[in-house]
């Protein structure tokens, strides 16, 4: 995490210097294209990336999972999306850059850089899709969470942005710190442990299978086997 901390830090300082023309230039451009519509959606975004959202949610799914008899996934994500809240406030106070000059649609308190709606909500969501995958073998079906969880994620950082409170490096920067911390813990811990299979449908021991098999050895194929 330190590492992390120092890395953003030097992140933050490049822009609010060299990046800085450029990202105010975005924040107004994208406020001069409020509409009615388009303000209510990055409401609705921006709650879904909101600690009062995120908190309750990330407490919910560690008791499911801890009851589940998965530990290691609930650990998980209490340390993906605790650390995250730990990393982007640390930042903000080493960072200290001053929110956009353009009118904020949204109350928004402490420094700009990074934005923490998007470093939990990437941690956060990360982690459930991580421990989602690990129910069971990867296929064309794991696609859709993945793509609608960046989607989502992608979708609660521009809505920062549009809303006025935060610069375009504020949120990638954030996006990019809680996904990369997400995936440091996942490695530390490996992969969170698979969904135990359920009372009553118990996997039959391959010895126990080999044993009930009938001797074919030297014999023909059935037909249509």
Request: hydrophobic share 50%; proline share 7%.
């Amino acid at each position: 995490m330190i590492a992390l901390v120092l890395g953003g830090w030097g992140a933050g300082e490049l822009s609010r210097s060299a990046l800085q023309g450029a990202d105010l230039e975005v924040v107004r451009d994208i406020a001069a294209r409020r509409t009615v519509l388009l303000t209510g959606v990055g409401h609705v975004l921006s709650l879904a990336g909101s600690v009062f959202l995120l908190g309750p949610l990330a407490v919910v799914c560690c008791a499911a999972l801890y009851r589940r008899g998965r530990p290691r996934s609930a650990i998980l994500i209490a340390l993906s999306s605790g650390g995250a809240a730990l990393m982007f406030n640390v930042e903000k106070l080493i960072v200290a850059r001053p929110r956009p000059p353009v009118d904020h649609l949204v109350a928004a308190a402490h420094s700009s850089f990074p934005s923490g709606h998007a470093t939990v909500s990437a941690a956060l969501y990360l982690s459930l899709v991580i421990v989602f995958l690990a129910r069971g073998p990867h296929s064309a079906a794991a696609l859709a969470p993945v793509m609608a969880t960046v989607l989502l994620v992608a979708g609660i950082a521009l809505s920062r942005v549009y809303l006025g409170v935060h610069y375009p490096t504020d949120v990638a920067g954030g996006a990019l710190f809680g996904a990369t911390w997400t995936l440091l813990v996942a490695s530390l811990l490996r992969a969170p442990e698979r969904q135990p299979p359920a009372t009553g449908n118990q996997s039959t021991p391959a010895s126990a299978i080999r044993a009930s098999e009938p001797h074919t050895r030297g014999r023909a194929p059935l037909a249509g086997a």
